[in-house]
Structures are given as structure tokens and as C-alpha cells.
């Protein structure tokens, strides 16, 4: 039974990691009369998310750049609307806390650069990494994207702090701003 539950899941989505990213609508439109299953996925997903963040906080993130991504992509890559994330570090750049900034739509999300500066003074932040999703399944940076990160990144600097990175995530891909010059 495992193995025809497994066939079926990885027929539909193609992927191990798709599965598990995909939101619990398509796998229960998947699973169709084994609703049960979804439940375990959920539960599987879940003990994915809390390995993956244990994993990110116990060494420098820039030190474990492919863990942070997995992170990413397990925490954020399966949500049907945008999501704006700031994650603090401190001046070992130890993860001191990942905030969900912004919530927004299918495809826009906004933040307030006062609040991202606000939070990094009041937990001593000395750097910031910012990322948010696109639903859409394209990683490519949009010019507002790369505007806001540039002023952001200013705005960070005149209380000293340093903006690493903004990684835009989506399913299966994620994209470094930073990596790809554009900050």
C-alpha cells in the first residue's frame, strides 16, 4: 500500500521535494479517497521544517548558505501568496530570529523598512537577511524587488547594520540578489 501511495504522489508531482512543498489543497486533490495521508504529509513536512531550522541555527548561516536555502524552500516555497521574511543575525551571524515581515498577495508583498531597522536595534542585529517567495515558480527578481533591496540595504548601513543577501524562493529555485550582483 506504501508503494502504491508513493507512486501516486511522486506521478502527480514529479518530485519528492514537490510533494512535500505542495500546498495540503493539491495533495489532497492528489490523494483523492486517502485524506489520511495528507495529515501525515503535514506531520512529515513539519519535522522537514524543524530539522531544517535546528540546522540553520547551529552553525553561521553564511557558513551553511545550502541549509539556509533548504530552509527557505521547505518554509516558504509552497505558500500561495507573498511572503516577506527578515531573519536577524547576529555579528557571528548566528540566527537570532526569522519574522514574517509582510503578507501579501499572489504577487506583491511589501515591508516597512522602519520596522526591519526597528527590530534589528531592538534584538542588537548586526545583519539581516531578507527573503521573500514568488508563487509564480519564477525566482527572477522584479525591478521593484532589486529597488527595494538597494534602499533597504542603505537604510540598514546608517544604524550599522549589514543587509547579506535577499533570496527570492520558489518552488524548486531559489535566487541570491546578492549572488547574482544585483545588490
Avoid at 502527480?12 to 500546498?23: K, L, T
Avoid at 501525515?40 to 531544517?52: D, G, T
Avoid at 546608517?158 to 533570496?167: E, F, I, M, S
Wanted: net charge negative; with cysteine; proline share 2%.
Amino acid at each position: 500500500m506504501a508503494q502504491i501511495l508513493a507512486d501516486r504522489l511522486l506521478e502527480y508531482f514529479g518530485s519528492i521535494s514537490r510533494v512535500f512543498s505542495a500546498s495540503g489543497f493539491a495533495q489532497a486533490r492528489a490523494m483523492g479517497e486517502w485524506p489520511e495521508v495528507i495529515e501525515i504529509l503535514a506531520a512529515c513536512r513539519e519535522a522537514m521544517l524543524a530539522a531544517a531550522s535546528e540546522e540553520v541555527r547551529e552553525q553561521p548561516v553564511l557558513a551553511n548558505w545550502s541549509s539556509l536555502t533548504t530552509y527557505l524552500q521547505i518554509s516558504m516555497s509552497s505558500l500561495t501568496s507573498e511572503q516577506f521574511r527578515a531573519l536577524f543575525l547576529d555579528c557571528r551571524n548566528r540566527l537570532i530570529s526569522d519574522d514574517m515581515i509582510w503578507n501579501g498577495t499572489l504577487t506583491t508583498t511589501h515591508f516597512n523598512v522602519r520596522d526591519i531597522i526597528v527590530r534589528s536595534i531592538d534584538i542588537c542585529a548586526a545583519a539581516v537577511i531578507v527573503a521573500h517567495n514568488h508563487p509564480s515558480g519564477d525566482a527572477t527578481p522584479s525591478r521593484a524587488d532589486i529597488i527595494a533591496t538597494r534602499m533597504l540595504s542603505q537604510a540598514l548601513s546608517t544604524v550599522d547594520v549589514n543587509l547579506h543577501d535577499h533570496v527570492i524562493v520558489c518552488r524548486g529555485q531559489s535566487y541570491s540578489l546578492k549572488g547574482n550582483g544585483l545588490m
